[in-house]
């Protein structure tokens, strides 16, 4: 199994408290996403990193922000949580450009925002 | 806009029988096609991945592109038990850092 570790494995939060998730990998791979998954809309991209502080936005990444400062851990932060950021959460890998090749996943994190 | 279809399900299927899993896709630049497997509870990992047309065989999965129609399939012969879970799609390409997943497609294996 590639390495990729996410913490929390599990959190529940209030409305309005800021929520930091973190992913970390030991396989020195460039590429690492976001991506949070919900009944009915499969799995969709937050943001994503193509390396040491470089990061871009995906389809919803409006109420989350990301850091990468090093190669193996990349942090996603909801400012502000709401509940429809009640969500699983999944950290993805990848050696080189995801577009074309083999994403590896995290564990998953399973936030609740009561 | 990127868009990938493919059935809800779920699809049920008796064991032992053929499972057939479809998607579609809207963007003619994708040159290649993950599929992704994923357990109730569980990530998703890859299962197949194909780049060209035709059909490419890996043990009893079996993936099938026709980049004309914009379509590529799953086959799983011999279906068991264990292959009930959601089936991912994902359509390739060389000009992006990132893919869009289809929203999957449940199949459940009937013992």
């Known amino acids: 199994d590639a390495g990729i570790t996410q913490s929390p494995r599990h959190k529940v939060t209030e409305t309005g408290t800021p929520v930091t998730l973190r992913c970390h990998q030991t396989e020195n791979h460039r590429y690492m996403y976001w991506y949070r998954q919900d009944p009915g809309h499969g799995l969709r991209l937050i943001h994503y990193s193509y390396g040491v502080k470089d990061t871009d936005k995906g389809e919803v990444s409006d109420g989350y922000s990301v850091s990468r400062s090093k190669t193996e851990d990349f942090l996603l932060t909801l400012e502000s949580a709401t509940s429809s950021q009640t969500s699983v959460y999944f950290c993805a890998i990848s050696k080189e450009r995801g577009g074309n090749n083999e994403q590896f996943f995290g564990p998953g994190t399973r936030l609740t925002v009561l | 806009q990127k868009e990938v279809e493919q059935n809800s399900g779920p699809l049920s299927v008796p064991e032992g029988a053929i499972a057939s899993l479809n998607?579609?896709?809207?963007?003619?630049?994708?040159?290649?096609?993950?599929?992704?497997?994923?357990?109730?509870?569980?990530?998703?990992?890859?299962?197949?991945?194909?780049?060209?047309?035709?059909?490419?065989?890996?043990?009893?999965?079996?993936?099938?592109?026709?980049?004309?129609?914009?379509?590529?399939?799953?086959?799983?012969?011999?279906?068991?038990?264990?292959?009930?879970?959601?089936?991912?799609?994902?359509?390739?390409?060389?000009?992006?850092?990132?893919?869009?997943?289809?929203?999957?497609?449940?199949?459940?294996?009937?013992?």
């Open chain 2, 23 to 111: 998607c579609t896709y809207s963007d003619r630049g994708s040159q290649s096609f993950f599929w992704y497997r994923q357990y109730s509870g569980k990530s998703p990992e890859l299962i197949m991945f194909i780049y060209s047309n035709g059909d490419k065989e890996d043990g009893r999965f079996t993936a099938q592109l026709n980049k004309a129609s914009q379509y590529v399939s799953l086959l799983i012969r011999d279906s068991q038990p264990s292959d009930s879970a959601t089936y991912l799609c994902a359509p390739g390409n060389n000009r992006d850092d990132k893919i869009i997943f289809g929203k999957g497609t449940r199949l459940h294996i009937l013992p």
